[in-house]
């Protein structure tokens, strides 16, 4: 597949994308995009990275999740702790800490399986192997 039959099916598809001669850009969100690497009118290698914290280096976005998800679960553990070790813990508003920590979980897992169907939309549209 060649350079202009990607742009076509992006357009086609209104997909936003920044293309130059040797790499297409396709954003999926604000911080989450797919990187094509074109040679010989092929896409040669692909990566697709999430920025974080407006670094420009990315992360993939499976590793970029995990990696929050982890940060969370430590924090977390901590709270845990200090629960078991203090019997006032509840008493003195520790469960609203849960209540508040679970739905960001929540948001991470549903975050990563939104831009994960995305991923897979476009790579199947541009027949990219996974």
């Known amino acids: 597949m060649d350079n202009t039959d ?24 604000r911080r989450y995009f797919l990187k094509l690497y074109i040679e010989n009118n092929a896409v040669f290698k692909y990566e697709d990275m999430v920025k974080q914290f407006g670094l420009t ?3 993939s976005l499976r590793v970029a999740t995990k990696i929050s998800i982890m940060g969370y679960l430590i924090f977390i553990s901590f709270f845990a702790i200090w629960s078991i070790l203090d019997p ?3 008493s003195n508003g520790g469960k609203y800490f849960f209540i508040v920590i679970t739905p960001v979980i929540l948001f991470q897992l549903i ?9 897979s939309k476009i790579k199947k549209l541009l027949k990219l192997n996974d």
């Not at 975050?111 to 991923?119: G, M």
């Open 6 to 29: 990607i742009i076509r099916k992006l357009k086609d598809n209104n997909y936003s994308f920044d293309a130059t001669e040797d790499q297409i850009v396709i954003r999926l969100g």
């Open 57 to 59: 280096n990315g992360k």
């Open 88 to 90: 006032h813990f509840f």
């Open 111 to 119: 975050d990563f399986l939104c831009y994960k169907n995305r991923l």
